[in-house]
């Protein structure tokens, strides 16, 4: 890992660096790059212009690590009121979020409460609900609450990331309730004697966790998506489930809003599913900072931004 991701993964917790860089002008115009608005009104929007070329998305509220229930009571409010206005819009749009933005910091029970009701609501309107994975201290807590989730939710889906050693252990341990997979590289700052630290090796692990699920694909009723901007891994996910038989519309990517565009469009024309998660709200800092730490090369864009109109 090198010392630029370190210090942005740093930065990404620094509360005093949160209020202040939030405030910077250049920051906001170049934070646009990875996000359309803070509202759900710029977040449809531009799920409209991508429903054009055929890409429906996913929608997470930023936020993470709130300090009160009230505060995931609201949280909640706002995943309940869009899961409506989704469904009024009639738009193909998933929602995906952190449970320490419904209150996992403060109380399991609780938040297995209000996850509840948001899944229950996005049953009833035919949609779908993501759980987020967040840094490895959450792991475990996260995993059992997908399993407690799962006894009465199907529409339920877990993020799980290729960058640590346990992820195979838990895939095929998660295999037993048939679950929904967004798999990801993993982007926070965790330690070797958990992770692997070099690009290469978690490419290569995610490479195998890809295999395995691409076989699990045809065996059982689950869900898969392959959330990465990596074209040579995107290449042999492909390869694989060709060989494997299987229909293109079975596989899905997943990428994020602003990153790679064109070759969304692409994956989208040549027939696989994709599908863009757009983050949208006040409190991006943190999640900003993770995107910049997977390449550091983007501080070079929010500099310029001191210098544009
Ligand atoms: C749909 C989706 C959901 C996610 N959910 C989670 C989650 O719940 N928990 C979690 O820990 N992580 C999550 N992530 C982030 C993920 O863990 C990685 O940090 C991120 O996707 C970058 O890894 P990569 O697979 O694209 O590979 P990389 O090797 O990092 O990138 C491959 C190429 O893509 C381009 N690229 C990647 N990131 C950027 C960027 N920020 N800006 C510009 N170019 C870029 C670069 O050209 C790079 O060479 C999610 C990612 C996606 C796409």
């Known amino acids: 890992m090198g010392i630029s991701r370190n210090i942005l993964l740093w930065a990404s917790r620094n509360e005093y660096l949160k209020i202040h860089v939030h405030k910077m002008n250049f920051v906001q115009k170049a934070v646009k790059r990875f996000m359309p608005g803070e509202t759900v009104e710029d977040a449809i929007q531009a799920t409209r212009e991508l429903l054009k070329h055929k890409i429906p998305t996913t929608f997470t509220h930023l936020g993470e690590n709130i300090t009160t229930l009230t505060e995931a009571e609201t949280n909640t409010q706002h995943y309940l009121d869009l899961l409506d206005k989704i469904n009024r819009e009639s738009l193909d749009i998933e929602i995906s979020l952190k449970l320490t933005h419904i209150g996992l910091d403060l109380s399991f029970e609780k938040t297995l409460i209000l996850f509840s009701n948001i899944a229950e609501k996005a049953s009833a309107l035919n949609n779908t609900v993501f759980i987020d994975i967040e840094d490895s201290s959450y792991l475990d807590k996260t995993i059992n609450f997908y399993k407690r989730i799962k006894e009465e939710h199907n529409n339920v889906g877990i993020c799980l990331q290729a960058y640590l050693f346990r992820t195979m252990d838990d895939l095929k341990d998660l295999m037993a309730i048939d ?3 967004r798999l990801v590289k993993g982007a926070y700052k965790e330690p070797p004697s958990i992770a692997f630290r070099k690009l290469t090796e978690v490419n290569e692990n995610y490479l195998a966790l890809s295999k395995f699920l691409l076989q699990q694909i045809s065996a ?6 392959f959330a990465t901007h990596d074209l040579i891994l995107q290449e042999h996910i492909k390869n694989e489930s060709k060989s494997l038989g299987l229909d293109k519309a079975k596989i899905e990517f997943q990428m994020l ?3 790679k565009t064109s070759e969304q469009y692409k994956l989208a024309s040549d027939g696989y599913k994709i599908r863009t998660l757009i983050s949208y709200g006040e409190h991006w800092y943190p999640w900003y900072m993770r995107r ?4 550091p090369a983007n501080v070079g864009f929010v500099l310029n931004n001191i210098f544009s109109n």
């Open 257 to 259: 809003y602003g990153i």
């Open 220 to 225: 059982r009723n689950i869900r898969v998506a």
């Open 292 to 295: 910049l730490a997977e390449r």
């Open 179 to 181: 679950p929904w997979i």
